[in-house]
Structures are given as structure tokens and as C-alpha cells.
């Protein structure tokens, strides 16, 4: 499915360097670390938001490292929830896919009748599974989720994880978390990367 | 205590101007005025000058639309341009923003010339063309509507375009169904600023209209300021083509002030 061979990454420091993952097909993988250890940064890559100093990327046996992310078909979920306020909730879902059945999409996290819905009246739970929602619609090979929950409280984050791995699995789509949280970290994933700190650059 | 001196000092001028238009001069042994609407009368009718106000009014509507036109989209190609440069980390974005500034840093007059003689190197055949005048309108008006594009591109979640991206929307769509919708309240103060910019330009507008078919409303202020006092509709009528122009940019700056977000400050 996913292949990461030798990436690296620098900004004013290393991030990550010679880092190998891959992700099979339906698989979940969640990547834990502690802050600026490229977390974040890793999923930018894969997404193609930011390119890699080194390294490759074969995405169901393509190279993918120089494609850009509107062509790479890769799902990617913010830690707080992108909605364009200037559209309603099925607007926004609309952009995920032209033709979408919103109501089941709708349906699928729990948001009913939430088509006509301004997005500035939605609370932060129900905006992030609007945006799972959407992301969801745009069918993507990979959905990566980047501590996507953080913003909510203890108890509604358990329920969302638990409703997003319920997703996950009935699609079968494959996923990789970025968390802090060890506790979300295990619930999400057998998986668990944990990454480090590099050390300064020369 | 400050308010009361700042209104009479920014109102004054703007209420003198309408007085003139409504005051003409009799001339007996004492000069005296009476308060009359002839001056707006003559304006209306065209008896002192080439064109009456409301055909003035109506050419610099017409150049005003097409500064908005060229100046808008160029101010958003440049301020997009900026944004992404600076974006990159590019050492080209600062000076590509001083760069845009620069019709600023010159009178009208002086664009205005600059223009003139850079036509006649071109071909005289361009003295004819009625669109000739736009051309500093739109160059004057381009930096403002940078000014206030670029820093309102600044403040955006970056976050938006980039979901976009991912949710693999084309760049069109992104233009038309992300960007442009979430910048919608700053293009309509730039739009109205390159409006009301082009509506009050005169330096530049005074080299280049050839005819006076072409005058603008501010040009005409000019023609019938120049004209001999003697006659004392002359006065009131130009005064009323400068208060008429004054409602209309008025109009457009409280159109602006509409739509301007709180706390939008812009970058002037």
C-alpha cells in the first residue's frame, strides 16, 4: 500500500533521517513522539504538502515523492477541524466528492440532519466529524489524522477515536495517527512508531 | 475634546464645497449671495463646460469600472504572487512587495507624463484611444488593492488551501470555490477602493484626456475652475460637479467601511 524508504527531512534542525515505513492495506498505525520530532511533519510528506529532503514514496507501487497532493488521492485530517464557513455542512462535504450521498455520509459519523447546518454553530466534536465525514467522502487510499482529537474533551475523544476506528475498519481503509496520547495510541493501532528527537544539524 | 477639532477640520472643506454650489454671487454696490440650485442647474445642463456632470460622472464611472476590472485581478495575481514567494522563503518576496509600491512613490502628474511620453515612443496612434486615461488609474489603484489583499492572504489559515489540495480539488475550483469565497470581503473594499481611487485620480487624468469628451469629473472641476470668474454661476457650477464627486467617492468609501472585517486595518 504505503512504502516510506529513507526520507529524510531537515528545517533549521534534522526532523527524521533514513526512515523506513510501510502500511499495508487496511492497516492502522498511530506515530507517537514527543513535540517537533516530525510527527506532523512526516504526515505533511506523505500527504505532499511538504516535500522530502531524501527518500522515496510508493503508493501502491507508484512513486508518488514528487506528486502533488491534490493527484496522490491521500486523506489528511487537521488537528482542528478545517471547515469553510462560507458553506454550509453539505457544501462542505460536497468538496470531498461532487456527487455525494451527504445524508449517509452524514449518517456514517453521527451527524443526521446536519445537512443545512452553518459550520460556525458546530461544536468542535461535531466540526471534526464533519471533516472526517468529508474526508471520508474523497474515498482516499490513506487517511491520516493528525491529532485530530486534541482539542476535545477526554471522554468525547474517546468516543470519536472509537467511532473513527469503527469507520476505518468497516471501509477498510488504511490510517496513520500522529497523538501524544500513548492511551489514544494503543486504542487506535497494534502499531506503534515512536520517534525521536534527532540531533542537532551541522 | 480631540473629536470635536478632528470633525470641523475633515467636514469643513466638505461642507465649504457644497455651500459654493448652493450660493451665487450678485454683484450690486455690495457684494452679496443668495442661495439658489442654479449652479447645480448649469452643471446638470453643460452650459459652462464641454460635458455636463452627469456625462463626467458617467465617464469616470466608465474608467472607474475598468480600473476595477484590470486592477483587481492584477492586484490579486500580484499579492497571490507575493504570498506564495514569501510562503517559499523566496528573497524575491520583499522586493516584488517594495516593486508594486512604486506608482505610489510619484505624483499623478508625473505617471501621468511618464505615460505620455512613453506612448508617443510607442505610436501616437494611443492619443486617441479613449482608454488611455485608465491606464494611471489602474496603475495608481493596483498598490492599494495589494495592500489590502496581501495581508488578509497573511492572516488565512494556511490549513484551508491545503485541505483543499488534499481533498483534490483543481486549482480552478480552489480559486473560485475556496480562495475567492473566503476573501470575499476584502475584494469588495479593493474593488471599492480602485473605484473611488479612480473616481477622485486627477494628475495623471488631466495629461492624458485629449478631448474633452473624455473629461473626468475631476478634470471638469479643473475646466470650470479655469474658466473667468466674471459670470458668478461659473463658481457654484464647478462646485457642484466637486460635490457630486464627493458624494460619489463618500458613497463608496461607507460601501467600503461595510464591508471592511473588524479589526481589518490593511496594511496603509
Known amino acids: 500500500m504505503l512504502r516510506i524508504e529513507g526520507a529524510s527531512k531537515s528545517f533549521d534542525r534534522i526532523l527524521f533521517k533514513d526512515l523506513d515505513l510501510s502500511l499495508s492495506a487496511g ?5 507517537t513522539g514527543p513535540s517537533g520530532c516530525g510527527k506532523t511533519t512526516l504526515l505533511r510528506c506523505i500527504a505532499g504538502l511538504e516535500s522530502l529532503d531524501e527518500g522515496r514514496l510508493i503508493l501502491d507501487d507508484n512513486d508518488v515523492t514528487n506528486v502533488p497532493p491534490e493527484k496522490r488521492g491521500i486523506g489528511l485530517l487537521f488537528q482542528n477541524p478545517v471547515l469553510y464557513h462560507h458553506l454550509d455542512v453539505a457544501g462542505n462535504l460536497r468538496l470531498g466528492k461532487r456527487e455525494a450521498d451527504v445524508s449517509s455520509a452524514l449518517k456514517e459519523v453521527g451527524l443526521e440532519g446536519f445537512e443545512d447546518r452553518r459550520c460556525e454553530r458546530l461544536s468542535g466534536g461535531e466540526a471534526q466529524r464533519v471533516a472526517l465525514a468529508r474526508a471520508l467522502l474523497a474515498e482516499p487510499k490513506i487517511l491520516l489524522l493528525d491529532e485530530p482529537f486534541s482539542a476535545v474533551d477526554d471522554e468525547l475523544r474517546d468516543r470519536l477515536l472509537k467511532d473513527t476506528i469503527t469507520i476505518l475498519d468497516l471501509r477498510g481503509t488504511p ?3 500522529v497523538t501524544h496520547n500513548q492511551k489514544e ?3 487506535f493501532s497494534e502499531n506503534i512508531i515512536i520517534m525521536r528527537e534527532q540531533e542537532p544539524k551541522d | 475634546m480631540v473629536l470635536i477639532p478632528a470633525l470641523i477640520f475633515c467636514l469643513s472643506p466638505l461642507i465649504a464645497v457644497i455651500r459654493a454650489s448652493l450660493r451665487v454671487a450678485e454683484r450690486g454696490t455690495v457684494i452679496s449671495h443668495r442661495w439658489t440650485l442654479d449652479g447645480w442647474q448649469s452643471a446638470i445642463s453643460g452650459d459652462y463646460a464641454y460635458l455636463s456632470i452627469i456625462d463626467g460622472l458617467l465617464n469616470s464611472l466608465g474608467y472607474a469600472a475598468l480600473t476595477l476590472v484590470i486592477a483587481l485581478p492584477l492586484g490579486w495575481s500580484l499579492s497571490s504572487g507575493i504570498h506564495l514567494l514569501e510562503k517559499r522563503g523566496s528573497h524575491w518576496a520583499k522586493p516584488l512587495d517594495i516593486l508594486t509600491m512604486l506608482p505610489l512613490a510619484i505624483s499623478g502628474v508625473m505617471l501621468g507624463l511618464g505615460i505620455l511620453l512613453g506612448i508617443i515612443r510607442i505610436s501616437p496612434v494611443f492619443f486617441t484611444m479613449w ?14 488593492v495589494v495592500r489590502l489583499l496581501l495581508p488578509a492572504m497573511r492572516r488565512q489559515d494556511p490549513a484551508l488551501i491545503e485541505t483543499a489540495q488534499v481533498l483534490a480539488l483543481s486549482r480552478w475550483h480552489i480559486l473560485t470555490k475556496i480562495r475567492i469565497p473566503l476573501l470575499r470581503g476584502p475584494l469588495i473594499v479593493a474593488g471599492i477602493i480602485a ?3 479612480s473616481m477622485g485620480e486627477f494628475g495623471a487624468s488631466w495629461i492624458l484626456v485629449r478631448t474633452g469628451a473624455w473629461d473626468t469629473l475631476p478634470v471638469l472641476v479643473d475646466q470650470l475652475m479655469a474658466r473667468p470668474g466674471f459670470d458668478p ?3 457654484p457650477t464647478a462646485m457642484a ?8 467617492t463618500l458613497v463608496l468609501f461607507l460601501l467600503a467601511e461595510r464591508f471592511r472585517a473588524d479589526g481589518d486595518g490593511g496594511m496603509f
Not at chain 2, 241 to 248: E, I, K, N, P
Open chain 2, 131 to 144: 482608454w488611455m486615461p485608465a491606464v494611471p488609474h489602474i496603475m495608481l489603484a493596483t498598490p492599494f
Open chain 2, 233 to 235: 454661476l461659473v463658481k
Open chain 2, 195 to 197: 473605484i473611488a481611487m
Open chain 1, 175 to 177: 490510517a496513520i495517527l
Open chain 1, 27 to 31: 492497516e492502522r498505525i498511530s506515530l
Open chain 1, 185 to 187: 495510541a494503543k486504542s
Open chain 2, 241 to 248: 460637479a466637486a460635490s457630486l464627486l464627493m458624494f460619489t
